[in-house]
């Protein structure tokens, strides 16, 4: 007898959908959905720094991008990172950086003036520092993109995830 049941595992998918459609499950970028809804109607902030544009043009990619005139929200984004030491020689040079960030965001509607949604998205990374000067400052670059794409598709996510923002 085995202990391995094909049928079960064919069966899983489809109770998935069930318990997802009694839950009140509703995918993000379906017609309707907040993903949908958002699309093109957020007018992100300007950015006044390298890592906020790298942050404000991963949002409009996400988010889509809208003027001031015809969105119906307004994201104001704050990011700040710290970069820090992280693997140390016994001869005290540095093998390693990590690179902390922090975005603090609110969305208000442009209609009323009120705050929809805010919170802060943080999160972190890393790169090395043993190759050359050159490596080295392109890793760093590379690093902070990549924080940047971490911490935008946080923002995203959690307005998304806002079902009030859908009507």
């Known amino acids: 007898m085995s ?3 094909r049928r079960t595992l064919l069966l899983m998918p489809l109770a998935a959908c069930f318990l997802g459609a009694a839950c009140g499950f509703q995918p993000v970028y379906a017609p309707g959905g907040t993903g949908s809804q958002l699309y093109g109607k957020v007018a992100v902030s300007e950015p006044n720094n390298v890592d906020s544009y790298l942050l404000v043009q991963n949002l409009e990619q996400r988010l ?19 970069t820090r030491r992280a693997a140390i020689t016994t001869t005290n040079e540095t093998q390693r950086y990590t690179i902390d960030g922090r975005a603090q965001y609110t969305l208000r509607s442009n209609a009323t003036g009120q705050i929809v949604a805010s919170g802060t998205a943080t999160d972190f990374v890393a790169y090395s520092a043993a190759g050359s000067t050159v490596s080295t400052l392109a890793d760093e670059r590379d690093a902070k993109d990549r924080l940047m794409v971490i911490l935008s598709s946080q923002i995203v996510n959690r307005l998304n995830s806002k079902p009030d923002l859908a009507t």
């Not at 889509?64 to 710290?82: E, P, W």
């Open 64 to 82: 889509g991008r809208s003027a001031d005139a015809v969105s119906k929200y307004k994201l104001d984004v704050r990011v700040t990172t710290v």
């Open 3 to 5: 202990l391995f049941n």
